[in-house]
């Protein structure tokens, strides 16, 4: 999954067309590890959704923008828009995220 | 087939599997939606023995996992969907259909933390409430933050979490912690650390952008209050990872596995339990990893037994 490099990089991909999943995460969080063991995996299957990782720290102020307040959280743009936020305490496997993706659909 | 699985990769799992590596039983070991346990959420470890200096939860998880591996025991991510335990060799069946046999199975899945079970906690889990201060404190910079439990591990996240907090207040149902002394008075030392004692929480509060309350009562008086926070940090103990077994083992009406005292052995022949998810009263590091040593001992003579007749 691509990283997030800039603030600009982050505003340019949220406004893309179609949907935007930006992964909040950090170095030190366990979960965020957890969820990168399979999130490439899962990824693949949604060729409709472009992902990204964004580090929560690196970008402190989208993640206070966005309310991220625990982390991993997956959030889906929409034409600049957050339309959807999972946080990792509900997406601890594939399934559990994937029946989520589901769920976001055009 | 396998001679050995453990799933579930905590202490007691790591250790079960150094010693069934450390005798050539090649074991492979399932890491599940936790990889590392509960250790891995925590910050410094101080009375695992052989750091006199104290050792960090996930690097300590870490030197295990490497110690099992060094002796060659083998690893795989893997959700366990189901079992089948009603004859030997077992059959496992993970998440996307794959299917492990083994001789015997070792179970060290732990316990994942509990919540509250008040409304308005877990559609806000993410958005405020949270059960891992390590994981969430850093968003909560210069915010007011309340810790539900009066434990050890209450007493060590509110510590932590002032590092981010502009305060921190700890509430417990009882008037009494049932934290150590030495955990007491280290948040009882900690100015930021403020007390609603006594007061048992009823609802979590929320607005547009999450978490803004929690409603208590008073347990004295019977007055009910709001107390203003932006996060919700719950410690309040943890609960056994059972179900997936679907009630194949002998469980007590917590969910904790049942032991044969003075053993692993869970009530089916060839399937041992270590770590949190049995029933324990210590719950400690090192309990746990004393427990994996005795599955995996139990395993061996296990397979002897089995392997003679």
């Known amino acids: 999954m691509e990283r997030i ?37 899962v990824i693949k299957d949604y060729p409709d959704k472009k992902f990204y990782a964004v580090d929560s720290e690196q970008f402190e102020e989208f993640a206070g923008k966005y309310e991220v307040k625990g982390i991993p959280s997956l959030l889906v743009f ?18 559990q995220i994937r029946e989520y993706l589901d769920t976001i659909k055009a | 087939m396998e001679n050995a699985i453990v799933i579930g990769t905590g202490p007691a799992g790591l250790t079960a599997a150094i010693y069934l590596a450390r005798a050539n039983l090649e074991p492979l070991v399932i890491e599940g939606p936790e990889p590392g346990g509960q250790l891995t959420t925590t910050t410094e470890v101080e009375n695992f023995p052989g750091f ?48 492990l046999v083994t001789k015997t199975l070792i ?20 958005r405020g409430v949270s059960t891992c201060a390590t994981c969430d ?27 981010f907090a502009s305060e921190v207040r700890i509430v417990n149902r009882r008037e009494e912690l049932r934290a150590s002394k030495i955990m007491q008075d280290r948040a009882r030392q900690n100015n930021k650390i403020t007390w609603s004692l006594n007061k048992t929480p009823l609802e979590v509060v929320a607005g547009n952008s999450g978490v803004a309350g929690l409603k208590v009562r008073n347990n004295s008086t019977g007055k009910e209050e709001i107390i ?33 005292p003075g053993t692993s052995e869970t009530n089916i022949l060839g399937v041992f ?30 397979l002897e037994q089995i392997e003679n007749h």
């Open chain 2, 52 to 99: 006199p200096d104290g050792i960090m939860g996930p690097e300590l998880m870490e030197n295990m996992r490497k110690q099992a591996e060094r002796f060659s025991a083998k690893f795989r991510t893997g959700w366990v969907n189901s079992f089948d335990l009603s004859k030997r060799p077992f059959n496992l069946f993970l998440e996307g259909g794959e299917e």
């Open chain 2, 228 to 260: 203003d926070t932006d996060g919700i940090f719950v410690t309040i103990g943890h609960t056994p990872n059972t179900k997936f077994l679907n009630g194949q083992l002998e469980t007590d009406e917590v969910g904790y596995l049942k032991v044969k």
């Open chain 2, 107 to 126: 179970l060290s899945t732990g316990a994942s933390a509990k919540y509250l079970g008040i409304p308005g906690e877990k559609e806000n889990v993410g």
């Open chain 1, 78 to 95: 929409k034409d600049g828009e957050k339309i959807a936020h999972l946080h990792s305490k509900f997406a601890k496997t594939p399934t």
């Open chain 2, 273 to 302: 339990a270590c770590g949190d998810v049995k029933n324990n009263k210590y719950r400690q590091a090192i309990t746990a990893a004393g427990s994996g040593a005795m599955a995996a001992i139990d395993v061996e003579k296990f």
């Open chain 2, 137 to 163: 404190g850093f968003f909560f910079r210069g915010k007011k933050i309340i810790v539900v439990g009066g434990g050890d591990s209450a007493m060590e996240e509110a510590h932590f979490l002032t590092k």
């Open chain 1, 5 to 41: 490099q800039s603030q600009e990089q982050f505003q340019a991909k949220i406004n893309d067309e179609g949907y935007t999943v930006m992964k909040f995460d950090a170095t030190w969080c366990p979960d965020c590890k957890n969820m990168d063991r399979f999130i490439g995996d």
